[in-house]
């Protein structure tokens, strides 16, 4: 009895995965090899064009603005992050349940609605400037939102929980003995941070840099909201082209090219945290 | 009161001072602590704590959980601050300086081994904050893990070792630094029970080769009688006694010293009669000596020597260690003139190198006695139920005040 509903359980999840995972992206992959057609969006013949396409300086100037905006976001995230995770696993434990909380209670909000909150503070009349003016700034209203700023901190605001839980994690894991050890052994502050602190809590930096930096290349809508009518990230260059130029084979190129780096990213990311792990070994 | 004063350094006591004692008698101490309070959240941890730590001793501080003996070593070490009273170091006033600005290292209760560093790295750390040139640091580390006969294993993981080859590298880890004092924190009590024994052995075999002064914190009576040169027993913030083992264990200053260090028999008494202070033996070592006196419990007068300044009709303790408890069955006669409780047998434990029977007395008494086997004795086996006789040899008795005898 538990045998077939085993059996019917994992046969139905196969079922879900081929139909809604494998199929589509087989279709992608499919797609990105075909030639663009007017009314039926693609057609034969087979090609490599779109991926040659790619290549093109003015899109490959997207992927490369597109990885650069994922890394400031994520390294901003990290800084503005380690010290908040820092002090939410070191609070005492009322405190440390309620900041926690704050930490996820955006997760409640749709983050597009989120993105709009955003454009609220940074538009021209917003309430960035407004604050500015009412503090006795007298100059042009600064220009903040639909340029390279907004979009960063758009996706610094909507990704800042993705690194602060993984490094809570670590942090709260790390032994404060081990600390004490250190300053036994005559370690200062700083040499505390960086000869134990930093090598103990290096898996969580690393998680949540791809927990942030992954998704920053596709938040399309951030940059929508956020830095106007331009491709900014590759993932406004995927929707486009679906969505406003109606070139799926091209769309689906860069789609499945961004899978692949993401893929590769992952792949690097695995393969230091088990050599990590290796090196820390279970407790 | 008496047993928190600063005592003078034991000296003519029946055991001969060892070396480092005569050193330290000459030399201001290393630590010195004078009048230290400690509270967490307002709960008094440590009441008004003196205490000097002599140079290249071998110093426990033994107490029950929560008696504040760890609260002590973090205070050396720097990791707490005292609310009052100083500390000195070396002569040097350690007032709000940091536990990395201090020269004593501390081997933690669970070693705090740095799980991403090698052995070598471990034990390296201290040397490389100091900016040891690297090939002074790579023949010290190699001659520290010599010491604790770990040589061979720079390169292993701490997870790959045993817990008794941690406590090595922990030990390795602090020595390599030449503290002028080590402090221990429960360090032997994760180790099984035979590991522990050799871990005692070889740990102070290594502080007498070395010199340097070690200060051990443990609750374990059994490891700070084996160790040490010097026990401190603390009881709730304050120190109970101080002394030799041997004094600790013979001589406690009270009840509750009596009944944490090892195993006692405490009977409730009236003193007699006491004699004269003038008429005391010359041979007076504890609390400015004893008193010959008659003590009546539970109606049998004993002959006992009575702390000085007791008076005839005072309320004591009687305290008799296990082992100095005497039994005597039917058929064997008694020394003459002994005065002994009658009772029978109600228990009896095999421990292997002991027998151990609990007596009860004719009045109501629960006494425990200890006996060695003995070949050449062969009524020692009481069986249970039998009516025996029971005293203990004459002057091994502790009397104590009853009134301080309050606490536990």
Redesign the interface.
Known sequence: MQHVFRRASTGLIALWLAVFVLLPTLMVVATSLLTRHDSHFVSLPLTLDNYARLFDPLYAGVLVDSFGLAALATVLCLLVGYPFAWIVARARAPWRHLLLLLVIVPFWTNSLIRAYAVKLVLATNGALNSALFALGYSGEPLQLLYTPFAVVAGLVYVLLPFMILPLYAVIEKL?P??L?????????RL?RFV??IL??TLPGIVAGGVLVFLPALGLFYVSDVLGGAKDLLVGNLVKNQFLVARDWPFGAAASVTLVVLMGLLLWAWSASARRANQ????? | MNASDPQPPAAGGANPAPAAHRDGALQPPVVSLRGIRKAFDGKTVLDGLDLDIRHGEFLTLLGPSGCGKTTVLRLI???EQADAGSIHIDGRDVAGL???ARH???V?Q?Y?????LTVHGNVA??LE??KVPRGEIDARVADALATVQLAGYEKR????LSGGQQQRVALA??LV?RPRVLLLDESLSALDYKLRKQMQGELKALQRKLGITFVFVTHDQEEALAMSDRVVVLDAGRIAQQGPPREIYERPASLFVARFVGEANVMDGTLLHVQAHGDAPANCRWNGGTQPATVDIGGVAFRVRAPAGSHAGQAVAVVVRPEDMRVYGPGEPLPDGMAHFSGRIVERTYKGATLDSVIETSSGLRLIASEFFDEDAPDFDHPLGEPVRVSWVADWETVLPRDTAGAR
């Open positions: 032994d003995r081990l004490e050890a250190a300053a036994d052994l005559g370690a200062g040499q000869r134990v090598p103990l090196r820390i070994g279970e407790p | 070490a720097g990791f940091p536990p990395d004593v290292n501390t933690f669970n705090a081994l740095f799980p991403h750390f201290g904050m100091k993981r701490p997870h790959e880890r602090a630094n």
